[in-house]
C-alpha cells in the first residue's frame, strides 16, 4: 500500500479529512484494545447467542469488505443497487472463532486500508455519489463513512464491555477447577 493521502478537495473546501483520520485511528484502537488479551477472554461469549470479541473482530472484518465494495461499486457506477448481507450467517460460515486473532486483524486491516486509499483518491465532489442499498435506501459514500465510524463506535465499546466481563468469568472458572 502506497502512503496516504489526503482526500482531494476544490479549493475552499475542508474535504474529507477528518473521516479519514478516525478510520485510521479507530483501526489503530481496535489492535490497541486487543493487545495482550488472552485466548480465553478474546474466545469468551459472554451468553447464548451473544458474540465474543473474536466473532465481533471477524463481523468488523465482514463489514469493512462489504464497506470498500459497495464504496467501489458508488465511484465507479450510477446509483448501484447495493444488497444487503446476513452478518449472523457469514459469522456462522467464516467460523472466527476458530481463527488465530492476527489473521482476523489482518483481514480487516487489508480491507479498511484499501477503503482508506480508494478514499484518498477521490475528489471532493465524488463523496456526494450515491448508491441504492436495498435495506437504507439512497446512500452517499459521505453517508457510508459516517455510519462506518459509528458502526466502529459500537463495536469498540462493546469489546471494552466484553474485556471488562470476561476476565472475572475466566478466573472464576479457572479458580472453581483449580480448588477441585
Known amino acids: 500500500m502506497g502512503a496516504f ?10 474535504g474529507h479529512q477528518d473521516l479519514v483520520e478516525r478510520l485510521i485511528t479507530n483501526a489503530a484502537a ?10 480465553a477472554t478474546l474466545s469468551h461469549r459472554p451468553g447464548d447467542g451473544e458474540w465474543s470479541i473474536k466473532e465481533i473482530i471477524g463481523h468488523l472484518r465482514d463489514h ?11 465511484s465507479k457506477l450510477e446509483e448501484p443497487l447495493l444488497e444487503a448481507y446476513d452478518e ?3 459469522v456462522r460460515e467464516r467460523n472466527p472463532q476458530a481463527a488465530p486473532i492476527d489473521e482476523l486483524l489482518a483481514g480487516f486491516s487489508t480491507q479498511r486500508n484499501a477503503t482508506i486509499e480508494m478514499l484518498g483518491e477521490l475528489v471532493h465532489w465524488n463523496w456526494a455519489r450515491c448508491g441504492r442499498h436495498v435495506e437504507f435506501g439512497r446512500m452517499s459514500v459521505r453517508q457510508f463513512v459516517d455510519r462506518t465510524l459509528a458502526h ?16 472475572s468469568r475466566v478466573s472464576s ?8
Open 5 to 14: 493521502t489526503y482526500p482531494r478537495s476544490e479549493p475552499g473546501s475542508g
Open 30 to 39: 481496535l489492535r490497541a484494545e486487543l493487545a495482550g488479551l488472552p485466548e
Open 64 to 74: 469493512a469488505e462489504f464497506l470498500h465494495r459497495r464504496l467501489h461499486m458508488i
Open 88 to 90: 449472523q450467517a457469514l
Open 152 to 167: 466502529d463506535d459500537a463495536h469498540l465499546a462493546q469489546i471494552r464491555s466484553l474485556k471488562q466481563a470476561a476476565p
Open 173 to 180: 472458572n479457572f479458580e472453581l477447577r483449580a480448588s477441585n
